[in-house]
């Protein structure tokens, strides 16, 4: 397969996904593993977390000994099957639209919060805020920053051009 982003440009993300539904794979695993691995020790992560764009299950699996929830609106099938746990087939204009619901103590989007509509991500910020105080972005670039109104970062680790950055809710006590 092509590198995925020569995937999204030729097909668009929407058909990628539903061409790719039941055998996508991030081809980047090594490394967020890697990056996670660093940053589950480092920023204490745990409790119950929201794997934001699931996929196939790569950042739940590493999130074995945590509640885990996953938010996916093109792999639902292959991230329940992979990992047991729970699929909401939400989008990102559903979260804008109507909210997240439960709260979590980490939401965690890994290769995919560049993909929301740069219109979009202010309410999507704001809509994860709701019901997390964390927000860790794994990210094969520098995009999207997330520093703003609602979050602002605290912690960053980089390794091999990918990045892992996390943020604090600004209107949380924390």
């Known amino acids: 397969m092509d590198a995925i982003i020569n995937e999204y440009k030729k097909y668009g993300v929407d058909t990628f996904y539903r061409l790719h539904s039941r055998d996508y794979e991030n081809p980047h695993i090594d490394i967020i593993e890697n990056l996670l691995s660093h940053a589950k020790t480092e920023w204490n992560i745990s409790g119950n977390i929201l794997d934001l764009c699931c996929g196939s299950g790569?950042?739940?699996?590493?999130?074995?000994?945590?509640?885990?929830?996953?938010?996916?609106?093109?792999?639902?099938?292959?991230?329940?099957?992979?990992?047991?746990?729970?699929?909401?087939?939400?989008?990102?204009?559903?979260?804008?639209?109507?909210?997240?619901?439960?709260?979590?103590?980490?939401?965690?989007?890994?290769?995919?919060?560049?993909?929301?509509?740069?219109s979009m991500l202010p309410m999507l910020l704001y809509r994860i805020g709701e019901v997390s105080d964390n927000l860790i972005i794994l990210t094969p670039?520098?995009?999207p920053d997330c520093n703003g109104n609602f979050f602002k970062e605290v912690s960053r680790i980089k390794k091999e051009r990918r990045t892992i950055v996390l943020y604090k809710n600004r209107l949380s006590n924390v």
Request: proline letters at 3%; a negative charge.
């Open 58 to 118: 790569e950042v739940s699996h590493m999130l074995e000994d945590c509640n885990v929830d996953g938010i996916d609106p093109y792999t639902k099938e292959l991230y329940e099957a992979n990992t047991g746990n729970d699929c909401i087939p939400m989008t990102f204009k559903d979260i804008v639209e109507n909210g997240i619901g439960k709260e979590y103590d980490f939401v965690i989007c890994s290769y995919a919060m560049h993909l929301c509509e740069k």
């Open 141 to 143: 670039h520098k995009k």
